[in-house]
């Protein structure tokens, strides 16, 4: 019995003991299940969302800031495109055509003036206004219609026509008067051909020179000139301008329009080409008038004693030579302002 009550005993310690390592190995209810272990998991994960928890107007501001990125973005690869690709594409190609200096006053009287027509009125298409830059020369391109002013100095250089025989007559001027021209004393008289013509004498023989000029007179702007016999004449602009031509067709045009200012010709000629160096000693008398040559000996002007008037006597040559000289001065000596 002693010993039945004893192993009893000791069937109770020792599931006492294993009760026991039971309990102390079992996993805290804390970690997990129970109250306590939900209470501490919410409250951990309530901590952390409140930690991460984004606002919805950042979201907005950040949407906004990639579209205006995704914007700019599309705008230069548009631009880019544009500069790069497309406009070489389109970009028209200019024609550049080279012109020969022969060629130059026909190129610059297209540029100002198209004419549409053959058939222009002259008094429309004269223009009489003296550029205050350059001298003037006129410039024919039809010679029955048209006449346009453009610079004093020749887009080529203007050489004088041989003078076989040094008589002071050009080979085409003495083609005009009919002399030889390789005979400085046609009728073997003792004068030279241009001497005698220039006197009025018959460089052909005896007697006084008959026939060899015609007179124009001007009654609009009051003035006479005398020109070779035969020489077709133009009247343009209402009788502002008188157009000669000679044989090789070259021009001689005496354009004449109103004094404004009253000026001496030395005035209105320092006025007009304030860059052209003159003095008093180039001033030339005529017949009630006074005059100065141009720097390009091409153009003459003139003023009559009033200085109501300003006429513009110009030579335009047709072959790049002065052929007539000696009757371009003649023109100019025998003009006479009323």
Not at 65 to 90: E, N, R, W
């Amino acid at each position: 019995m002693f010993r039945k009550k004893k192993k009893e005993e000791s069937n109770l310690v020792s599931e006492a003991v294993h009760n026991d390592l039971i309990i102390h190995n079992m996993p805290s209810p804390t970690r997990f299940g129970g109250p306590a272990a939900a209470d501490s998991f919410s409250t951990s994960f309530q901590s952390s969302s409140s930690t991460q928890k984004i606002e919805p107007k950042n979201f907005q501001i950040a949407g906004l800031t990639i579209m205006a990125s995704g914007l700019v973005f599309i705008g230069l690869i548009f631009y880019f495109g544009y500069q790069y690709m497309i406009k070489p594409m389109v970009s028209p190609v200019v024609s550049v055509t080279n012109v020969s200096p022969n060629n130059q006053e026909k190129t610059d009287l297209v540029e100002s003036e198209i004419i549409e027509d053959d058939s222009v009125s002259p008094a429309s298409t004269t223009d009489l206004t003296v550029n205050p830059v350059t001298e003037v020369e006129s410039i024919i391109s039809e010679p029955e219609t048209t006449i346009t002013t453009v610079d004093e100095t020749p887009a080529v250089i203007i050489t004088p026509a041989p003078d076989s025989d040094g008589d002071g007559l050009s080979d085409p001027e003495e083609a005009v008067f009919g002399t030889n021209p390789l005979l400085s004393d046609t009728d073997d008289d003792g004068y030279t051909d241009e001497i005698e013509i220039s006197g009025e004498y018959n460089p052909l023989g005896e007697g006084r020179l008959i026939g060899a000029f015609e007179q124009y007179k001007n009654t609009v702007f009051g003035y006479e000139v005398s020109y070779p016999t035969g020489w077709p004449k133009q009247i343009l602009g209402e009788s502002s301008a008188v157009i000669l031509s000679a044989p090789d067709d070259s021009l001689i045009q005496i354009v004449a329009q109103e004094n404004i200012n009253r000026l001496s010709i030395m005035s209105w000629y320092t006025e007009n080409f304030p860059n052209a160096e003159v003095s008093y000693d180039m001033i030339k008398s005529g017949n009630a008038w006074e005059g100065i040559m141009g720097t390009d000996g091409l153009n003459f002007y003139l003023t009559d004693e009033a200085h109501g008037r300003i006429l513009i006597v110009s030579y335009i040559s047709s072959n790049n030579q002065k052929s007539y000289p000696f009757i371009w001065d003649r023109i100019i000596e025998s003009l006479l302002l009323r």
